[in-house]
Nanobody, 122 residues
Framework: QVQLVESGGGLVQAGGSLRLSCAAS????????MGWFRQAPGKEREFVAT????????YHTNSVRGRFTISRDNAKNTVYLQMNSLKPEDTAVYYC???????????????WGQGTQVTVSS
């Protein structure tokens, strides 16, 4: 089992920045690829970014590329999502997730956090 706890969400004005953190406990964190997803009200959950176990491979969805950056610190069992130039359409509940194997942009992850709310005001 892996437990994931997100933090760092909040209310920010458009153009601002936030850094989300996801702390993992349980099984060896460094063996898992990690991902960030988000779900806006009335919409389906969507992929945001993913990172390999080593941190050497990352992918970001087109709508956040150049603004968001996923990273990880295996010594701290934590994955981050740095979000810059935030837009109102980034408003959503953000979830981190863990999976064995290679990175993935689909929701085939084994473990999920409870989510953290990000609200961007215009």
């Amino acid at each position: 089992q892996v437990q994931l706890v997100e933090s760092g969400g909040g209310l920010v004005q458009a153009g601002g920045s936030l850094r989300l953190s996801c702390a993992a406990s349980g099984r060896t964190f460094s063996r898992f690829a990690m991902g960030w997803f988000r779900q806006a009200p009335g919409k389906e959950r969507e992929f945001v970014a993913t990172i390999s176990w080593s941190g050497g491979t990352t992918y970001h969805t087109n709508s956040v590329r150049g603004r968001f950056t996923i990273s990880r610190d295996n010594a701290k069992n934590t994955v981050y999502l740095q979000m810059n130039s935030l837009k109102p359409e980034d408003t959503a509940v953000y979830y981190c997730a863990a999976k064995t194997g290679v990175v993935s942009g689909t929701d085939d992850y084994d473990y999920w956090g409870q989510g953290t709310q990000v609200t961007v005001s215009s």
